[in-house]
Antibody
Framework: QVQLQGSGPGLVRPSQTLSLTCTVS??????????WTWLRQPAGKGLEWIGR???????NYNPSLKSRVTMSVDTSKNQFSLNLISVTAADTAVYFC??????????????WGQGTLVTVSS | QSVLTQPPSVSGAPGQRVTISCTGS?????????VHWYQQLPGAAPKLLIY???NRPSGVPDRFSGSKSGTSASLAISGLQAEDEADYYC???????????FGGGTKLTVL
């Protein structure tokens, strides 16, 4: 079965760059018509979609974060990554990676990684 | 505030049936775009519960069902069990925002 495992620093200084990686196991990131997604959830709050990337490298980002977000994919390592620049305390959240699809970008997310808590603080 | 609107909380006794509403607009649920539902247990990642408005992934009990009409959708849980106590989120796609969007989440308490 497909599993996703997020990893990265748990503490990021304000104005610095948040970098996370998601490693996919149980399936090739290049297979099928799936896409690979990042989402986040501030403590005690709801879910926010950050963006998605396809194995081809094509991306789509949440307009509210688009100016600060970059996603990339490394098919040789079966990984995809998130970079969020110029972070502030408002970016403190649990960050989830997930698989989307398989038919359309309007589809659901399944499965999800376990989540990585990232705290922005000096 | 969230693009999709859910009640903050619902509750029910064991064995009862509860419903959770998810209200959107003509640019998302009413577009029409499908609605998907997730269950999030405390401290865990969300788990897909319903996809394509009314389909259950394998392993999800048939006590869970989804429906959609116009610009709204609902998740129904029958035969409530203590293990159903969790947060529930609806998700759809918004054509105007070109983004996947979520409801604010509903906390289900089993009395």
């Amino acid at each position: 079965q497909v599993q996703l495992q997020g990893s990265g620093p748990g503490l990021v200084r304000p104005s610095q760059t948040l970098s996370l990686t998601c490693t996919v196991s149980g399936d090739s990131i290049s297979s099928g018509s799936y896409f690979w997604t990042w989402l986040r959830q501030p403590a005690g709050k709801g879910l926010e979609w950050i963006g998605r990337i396809y194995a081809s490298g094509s991306t789509n980002y949440n307009p509210s974060l688009k100016s600060r977000v970059t996603m990339s994919v490394d098919t040789s390592k079966n990984q995809f990554s998130l970079n969020l620049i110029s972070v502030t305390a408002a970016d403190t959240a649990v960050y989830f990676c997930a698989r989307g699809g398989p038919y359309s970008f309007r589809d659901w997310f399944d499965p999800w990684g376990q989540g990585t808590l990232v705290t922005v603080s000096s | 505030q969230s693009v999709l609107t859910q009640p903050p909380s619902v509750s029910g006794a064991p064995g009862q049936r509860v419903t959770i509403s998810c209200t959107g607009s003509s640019s998302n649920i009413g577009a029409p775009n499908a609605v998907h539902w997730y269950q999030q247990l405390p401290g865990a990642a969300p788990k897909l519960l319903i996809y394509g408005s009314n389909n259950r992934p394998s392993g999800v009990p048939d006590r869970f069902s989804g429906s959609k009409s116009g610009t709204s959708a609902s998740l129904a849980i029958s035969g409530l069990q203590a293990e159903d106590e969790a947060d529930y989120y609806c998700q759809s796609y918004d054509n105007s925002l070109s983004s996947s969007v979520f409801g604010g989440g509903t906390k289900l308490t089993v009395l």
